[in-house]
């Protein structure tokens, strides 16, 4: 599956962005779609994570409240809406295809198969 992540730009904090994750290719219900982020000089990070199967939805504390991650079947599109956007917040932003769909695991980058190749969020003080 290859996935096409979109939507990033330059926002002032307190702003909103919503980044789509676009996936050619087949999905399955035991997939868990995940979102990460890079920001300079930093290492990557989980962000948000939701399951094919039921929806079901986790969330990093730092971004618990602002942010939200729905998806679009008919599309095969994945979303994640940022509110109360923060200068710390910026990054680079992934998005991933975890095949084996496991709890435990889902905050790991280690555990995704597939990646889409980033886009950049810049939020401005």
């Known amino acids: 599956v290859q996935l096409q992540a979109s939507g990033g730009g330059l926002v002032q904090a307190g702003g909103s962005l919503r980044l789509s994750c676009a996936a050619s290719?087949?999905?399955?219900?035991?997939?868990?779609i995940g979102w990460f982020r890079r920001a300079p000089g930093k290492e990557r990070e989980f962000v948000a994570a939701?399951?094919?199967?039921?929806?079901?939805?986790y969330y990093a504390d730092s971004v618990k409240g602002r942010f939200t991650t729905s998806r679009d079947n008919a599309k095969n599109t994945v979303y994640l809406q940022m509110n109360s956007l923060k200068p710390e917040d910026t990054a680079v932003y992934y998005c991933?295809?975890?095949?084996?769909?496991?709890?435990?695991?889902?905050?790991?980058?280690?555990?995704?198969?597939?990646w889409g190749q980033g886009t950049l969020v810049t939020v401005s003080s």
């Open positions: 991933a295809v975890d095949r084996a769909g496991i709890l435990s695991t889902i905050r790991r980058s280690d555990a995704y198969d597939y």
């Open positions: 290719g087949p999905l399955y219900r035991s997939d868990v």
């Open positions: 939701m399951f094919r199967s039921g929806g079901n939805t």
